[in-house]
């Protein structure tokens, strides 16, 4: 670049000392020499002031229209990536193929459930978990027809709920257990939670495992059932962000981008909520309002919270989701739980 410049302000230096060369060569000659050489000098001094900018950090991500990734989304499109050094690709990848993305190296990181991080690690896709996203407070459920008076009505019954490994069919499980019940005793359709919610509310199965902003849909139509069961019964969704441990051990100031960049688009929802809404609203086809009423079904995770969490619940919870696993046949054998999570990037 600089030769280039060189060049061409050479050239112009030489066509206006030529116009002089008539008059006096010598000093025309001088004059191209003097002038090309401070341009020269100036454009070295400029080159060392000017410092050389590195490229964009590229990582792909791996998430779903779940209400509590949005904020990922918002960081995204409101340039908060972009602004950290991160050229981020976000993917929709229904979360029983996103391990399978990360694997074949399409996406190096995602946003998935603390348990399926357990289920990922454990079926030999190495990931680690480095900041938390959100809490459900009821944005996952399970709805059932209006006869069903209690969970443990549903044995025998059809239940909708996404492939094994997935949150939808943990949070299954889970209800289940604790209501003496295993998946062995109902009939389990896989369906994604966007198609299990529009399936029950047109009449399909007895119940339906999903969350938001698709458990909203059966909200509005009381006449095709209820929601018998959330995560305000049973606080067992919590989400996290993790990439591989390559892209982490080559990137560790990306990966400290990543989390910033989320805490920063919380400090947008809590600075312009009607704006952040909108965008956030318009990635899953809702407006502001309606994106509104699905997020306060969820608690999106600070800085603080996070530290919190990775230094007790978090630990907590491993143990029992990986119990659950276990017995229902997801994984063989549990990953050390200090293979699950780096929490260097959130202090």
Request: charged share 20%; net charge neutral; proline share 4%.
């Amino acid at each position: 670049m600089s030769a280039q410049i060189v060049q061409r302000f050479g050239q112009r230096s030489i066509r206006t000392d030529n116009d002089q060369q008539d008059v006096n060569p010598s000093i025309g000659k001088r004059t191209t020499i003097m002038r090309s050489s401070t341009i020269f000098a100036t454009i070295i001094a400029l080159s060392a002031a000017t410092p050389v900018l590195a490229d964009d950090v590229k990582v792909g991500i791996g998430i779903s229209g779940w209400t509590g990734f949005a904020p990922l989304t918002l960081a995204k499109e409101a340039g908060i990536f972009k602004k950290n050094g991160l050229d981020v690709t976000i993917k929709k990848i229904p979360q029983k193929d996103r391990h399978l993305a990360i694997a074949s190296g399409d996406i190096q990181c995602a946003a998935t459930t603390v348990e399926t991080w357990i289920s990922w690690n454990a079926n030999g896709v190495a990931t680690k978990q480095i900041f938390q996203l959100d809490k459900s407070f009821g944005a996952d459920g399970m709805a059932v027809r209006n006869d069903v008076a209690a969970i443990k009505d549903l044995k025998g019954k059809t239940v909708a709920a996404s492939a094994p490994g997935t949150s939808p069919y943990f949070a299954l499980a889970w209800m289940l257990k604790k209501n003496g019940l295993t998946v062995k005793d109902v009939t389990v359709v896989n369906l994604e939670p966007a198609a299990a919610a529009q399936a029950f509310v047109s009449g399909q199965n007895d119940a339906a495992m999903t969350y938001e902003p698709y458990l909203s849909t059966v909200r509005a139509a009381p006449d095709k059932g209820k929601i018998i069961a959330t995560t305000l019964d049973y606080p067992m969704v919590m989400d996290t962000f993790g990439c591989t441990p390559k892209f982490l051990t080559e990137n560790p100031k990306a990966a400290k981008a990543l989390a910033d960049s989320y805490f920063e688009a919380l400090d947008m929802i809590a600075k312009d909520q009607a704006k952040a809404y909108e965008i956030m609203g318009a990635d899953v086809k809702q407006s502001g309002e309606q994106f509104g009423n699905s997020a306060k079904y969820l608690r999106w995770q600070d800085k603080a919270a996070n530290q919190k969490f990775f230094a007790g619940d978090f630990l907590t919870f491993n143990k029992e989701a990986a119990d659950l696993l276990l017995e229902i046949g997801i994984i063989k054998a549990a990953p050390k739980v200090e293979d699950l999570f780096d929490a260097s990037f959130i202090k």
